[in-house]
């Protein structure tokens, strides 16, 4: 069994709750979810003392498609990611690196599988480099045979720690089981994986699943007929009781690691005194823009006010009814949309389309007035787009990313391949404002029905507009790019398809341009739009808080690999 003594987390968690020292901790699927945010979190918010990562299988995952969050209420969320993950090979190669970049925090790895080979698997693989191990026996909105399919039958729980504990008895971290809150006695639980050979227990994993509609629509699309588990304030007395419950039946001696809506200084002590070893931060950080969540945590650890940290509203969680006023084809596979009413968006921001059945996908806004999206069709959700007719219903949500700070120059480039140039309407209207001059070049596999190219009517107000037709070769609008537009007084802006914007920022480059004077529109993935699931994060910058647009400076200096 573990050298409970040598292990960091034991000597510091150990007790804890009768020291009365207030250890915070991250908690698994909320931030610390990438590499890029592990790291992050370890280096430069000083104030956090465990790291969770999320729960990682055996094999890769996709887990649920989009919507994965809702927010009913300010501070309430029902959450459906679905245990998405890349595998336990791929997330041992990336933490095992951040071991040996100098790991400052302790590391408590979540696992999650549906049967216990799988565990002792994963147990055997991250327990080199884990200072916990904590055991997902608690996700309410996973695949039948996860989660709370464990964490619900005591015979379980018994079973997979006793049989995880006699597979591998070198292991030198510690074994957290995280409960489910969803049965008639947690505290039982928690008795069980104790007495069953758990250093410790975790709880409360999200309350539910519960059903969440939007004019009786599902929200949540997933194969659980839209069901999700609910996280944030609303379970916050549900979790205090919990920690109570749980210490009370256990004693003092093993270790408890807490969350459950805990947002405040005051819930983070009262959580201590009820018995908690660490409390855990989660959904909270999704109200809170990244580049405050160092300060956040101190004020947090030291008793603070972080009210004032609370600055996303619970209008970007909100959806907008609208009526498709036009659809036109564009070409055959690019789709003009326009919605009755008006938008607020800027460059920098975007909105995700919610079509009830299909989902939710995340769009740049090509017109505010009126509302208008121009989206290529290339899944199942853009077919339901291009299909969908004049009169129909479509649900907005957003605000999500941030304006961009366009800095004064005397002349801007704007390439853009394909539907990127959508992104150029509502960042030319900001350049105007600065009296920049502008010259659009847009390449494209083809001209519209019109003989245009895509927004060029829009975009002709601005500037020179020139289409650039691949002709075979993709991408060739950079081979336009020569000496005579490099100048110190000039900025540079690409949009388009991820290899295209390299290719085009390293020639920019070569010819002379500053890198500081280089701007993308990255648009990776993503899902949550709050800062929460952690998936579209670029080097430590989160899009869908920050922003989508990125100097490529910063991508050099944080090395992102396109």
């Known amino acids: 069994m573990v050298d409970r003594e040598n292990n ?43 790291i969770t990562t999320k729960s990682f299988q055996v094999v890769p995952t996709t887990g649920n498609t989009p919507p994965v969050v809702v927010s009913p209420e300010e501070g309430d969320y029902g959450n459906s990611v679905g245990l998405r993950n890349p595998g336990m090979d791929y997330a041992f190669k990336y933490l095992g690196k951040l071991r040996n970049e100098g ?3 302790i590391l408590n790895i979540s696992l999650a599988a549906s049967n216990v080979d799988d565990f002792i698997t994963l147990v055997k693989k991250f327990d080199p480099i884990a200072d916990m ?82 004019d009786g629509h599902e929200i949540l699309h997933n194969a659980l007929g839209g069901k999700g588990g609910a996280s944030g304030e609303w379970v916050k007395d549900i979790a205090f009781d919990a920690i109570r419950d749980i210490r009370e039946r256990i004693g003092d001696e093993p270790i408890i690691l807490s969350m459950g809506g805990m947002s405040r200084a005051e819930d983070v002590r009262k959580m201590i005194d009820l018995g908690a070893d660490s409390v855990g931060i989660g959904s909270a950080l999704s109200r809170i823009a990244p580049e ?35 659809k036109i084809m ?12 008006k938008g607020t968006c800027k460059a920098g921001e975007f909105v995700f389309l919610f079509i009830p059945g299909l989902g939710e996908r995340p769009f740049s806004v090509a017109k505010n007035d009126p509302l208008s999206f121009i989206i290529r069709v290339k899944g199942p959700f853009t077919e339901g787009v291009k299909n969908i007719k004049q009169g129909d219903e479509i649900y907005i949500r957003g605000l999500s990313g941030s304006p961009l700070s366009v800095k004064k120059a005397k002349k801007a480039l704007l390439i853009a391949g394909g539907t990127g140039t959508v992104v150029l309407n509502l960042l030319a209207e900001e350049l105007k404002k600065n009296g920049t001059e502008m010259e659009f070049r847009i390449g494209m596999q083809e001209l519209g029905s019109s003989g245009k190219g895509l927004m060029q009517d829009e975009l002709e107000k601005y500037g020179k507009y020139e289409v650039v037709l691949d002709d075979g070769k993709p991408g060739r609008v950079l081979d336009t790019i020569s000496p005579s537009d490099i100048s110190p007084d000039n900025a540079y802006y ?7 914007m390299k290719k085009g920022a390293e020639k920019l480059l070569s010819l002379g341009a500053k890198a500081e004077e280089i701007n993308i529109s990255v648009e990776t993935m993503t899902m949550c739009g709050i800062g929460m699931c952690g998936e579209c994060v670029v080097g430590s910058h989160l899009p869908c808080r920050q922003g989508t647009f990125l100097t490529w400076e910063y991508i050099a200096k944080n090395k992102v690999d396109f």
């Open 292 to 326: 405050n969540w160092d300060a956040y945590f101190t004020a947090l650890k030291n008793g603070g006010d972080v009210g004032k940290y609370f600055t996303l509203s619970h209008k970007n969680l909100e959806y907008e009814k609208h009526t498709v006023k036009g």
């Open 494 to 500: 690409i949009v388009g398809p991820t290899v295209m």
């Open 8 to 50: 960091k987390a034991y000597r510091i968690l150990k007790g804890n709750h009768l020291r009365k020292n207030v250890i915070l901790s991250t908690v698994s699927g909320v931030a610390t979810t990438k590499e890029e945010l592990v790291r992050l979190f370890d280096r430069s918010v000083k104030d956090v003392d465990i």
């Open 133 to 214: 191990l904590e055991l997902n026996f608690s996700c309410p909105h996973a695949a039948k045979g996860f989660g709370a399919s464990i964490g619900s039958d005591e015979n379980l729980i018994r079973e997979y720690v006793e049989s995880i504990n006699k597979a591998y008895p070198e292991r030198k971290s510690l074994l957290i089981v995280k409960l489910s809150p969803n049965v008639p006695s947690i505290a039982r639980m928690a008795e069980v994986a104790i007495s069953s050979g758990a250093d410790g227990v975790a709880a409360i994993n999200t309350v539910g699943p519960r059903e969440y509609y939007l």
């Open 103 to 105: 790991f400052s925090k």
């Open 330 to 341: 564009y070409s055959d596979d690019i789709v003009v949309l326009t919605l009755d009413g």
